[in-house]
Structures are given as structure tokens and as C-alpha cells.
T-cell receptor, first 115, second 117 residues
Framework: AQSVAQPEDQVKVAEGNPLTVKCTYSVSGNPYLFWYVQYPNRGLQFLLKYITGDNLVKGSYGFEAEFNKSQTSFHLKKPSALVSDSALYFCAVRDAGGGSYIPTFGRGTSLIVHP | GAVVSQHPSRVICKSGTSVKIECRSLDFQATTMFWYRQFPKQSLMLMATSNEGSKATYEQGVEKDKFLINHASLTLSTLTVTSAHPEDSSFYIC?????????????FGPGTRLTVL
């Protein structure tokens, strides 16, 4: 079984400050991890993914995420937030060794960056 | 990057009518396409998975006779909401998986806002 948790429904940060959106996961084997962003009334846009290799993954728009196996986490980070980063962020996980290639999505975290 | 389109982006229909939503992968072959439903301020609910040339696999609780899915080619999948009712009003999002290159990434369409009067 695979599952993912985004413990925060909402994260608020000031523009220019660093931001972190949390994600923890549970899989039987090795995880494939993904972050997506959704702007209002739009589909999801792929930000980054971890499949294997370096634990620090760099993605689009200056975002990065760090895979931490011992803590089973894959938090999304950005050094300096922009107002335009305000959106809904989804973490997803898939068990690399599982028979299904369908990922499980978290409930989403609303990021609000205020001026 | 890979692009997935959806049409229409917004549709308003009367109760009892059927609505077809198209999902196309524009620059890659999608061996698998997914259909999601999203309620306001909620996460994605996977409705079904469709593989090209075969019947769709529906998630538990999703009525296959109401939500007809056809994946006739490697670049096109359609979702038809039959005999729509107001409770079917929602945001429907498709995604496509590039199985050829095994990137294991889903690419999402922009979504379709369905409103049933």
C-alpha cells in the first residue's frame, strides 16, 4: 500500500522569505515522489520528481525538494517566495516496486505568499 | 515539456444531457490516461485509468455506465458524462503518462469545468 500526507492545509509566508511545504509518505518498497502545482481553475503542472540519485532535487520556478528516507519525507522548498507562487501544491508518491503505476496524491496544501 | 490539452475548458449543460470531454497528448504518445474529479478545495479523486485499445479500469464507487471512457488512440481519450445531473458538476482533469519513454511522470490537462443546471 502507498499513501502520502500533507499535514498542512495552508501555509502563509511573506514575499522574499523561504518557504517549505511538507510531505511525508509511506510505501512498501522504494518511492517515486512528485510535486505538482495547481493555479486556480487550471490543471496540475509538474514541478519536480525524485526517482533515484541525489536526495536534493531541483525543479521548475526555483523550487527544490529533499528526499529524506529516514524521515520518509519529501518537503518542497524555495529560498525566496514570490507572490506569484501562491497556489495549491500537491505531493504524490508511487511505490517503485509496486504492480500499479498509479500514484497517490496528497490532499494539497494552499500556499499564500503575501507582499 | 509534454503538453496535454483538454476540450472544452468550460461547459454548461441542462440536466439529462450528455457531455463529452476530450483529452489529447500533443507531443507524446500516452499509453495510459487518467481521469480525475476535483471538488472545491479538495484533492484529486481518481475516477478511472484508461489504456489505449482496452477498456478503462474504474475506481470503486465510480459508475462506468455514467462516466464512459474511450481511449481510441495513443493521443486521445474521451470522457462522456451521460445523463448529467447537478451533482455531476465538478472540475474534471485528465492526465497522460508517457509510457514510451518511461519518465513515470503524469502530465495534466488544464481541466474542464462542468456545470449542470
Amino acid at each position: 500500500a502507498q499513501s502520502v500526507a500533507q499535514p498542512e492545509d495552508q501555509v502563509k509566508v511573506a514575499e522574499g522569505n523561504p518557504l517549505t511545504v511538507k510531505c511525508t509518505y509511506s510505501v512498501s518498497g522504494n518511492p517515486y515522489l512528485f510535486w505538482y502545482v495547481q493555479y486556480p481553475n487550471r490543471g496540475l503542472q509538474f514541478l519536480l520528481k525524485y526517482i533515484t540519485g541525489d536526495n536534493l532535487v531541483k525543479g521548475s520556478y526555483g523550487f527544490e525538494a529533499e528526499f529524506n528516507k529516514s524521515q520518509t519525507s519529501f518537503h518542497l522548498k524555495k529560498p525566496s517566495a514570490l507572490v506569484s507562487d501562491s497556489a495549491l501544491y500537491f505531493c504524490a508518491v508511487r511505490d517503485a516496486g509496486g504492480g500499479s503505476y498509479i500514484p497517490t496524491f496528497g490532499r494539497g496544501t494552499s500556499l499564500i505568499v503575501h507582499p | 515539456g509534454a503538453v496535454v490539452s483538454q476540450h472544452p475548458s468550460r461547459v454548461i449543460c441542462k440536466s439529462g444531457t450528455s457531455v463529452k470531454i476530450e483529452c489529447r497528448s500533443l507531443d507524446f504518445q500516452a499509453t495510459t490516461m487518467f481521469w480525475y474529479r476535483q471538488f472545491p478545495k479538495q484533492s484529486l479523486m481518481l475516477m478511472a485509468t484508461s489504456n489505449e485499445g482496452s477498456k478503462a479500469t474504474y475506481e470503486q464507487g465510480v459508475e462506468k455506465d455514467k462516466f464512459l471512457i474511450n481511449h481510441a488512440s495513443l493521443t486521445l481519450s474521451t470522457l462522456t458524462v451521460t445523463s448529467a445531473h447537478p451533482e455531476d458538476s465538478s472540475f474534471y482533469i485528465c492526465s497522460a503518462r508517457d509510457g514510451i519513454h518511461s519518465t513515470d511522470t503524469q502530465y495534466f490537462g488544464p481541466g474542464t469545468r462542468l456545470t449542470v443546471l
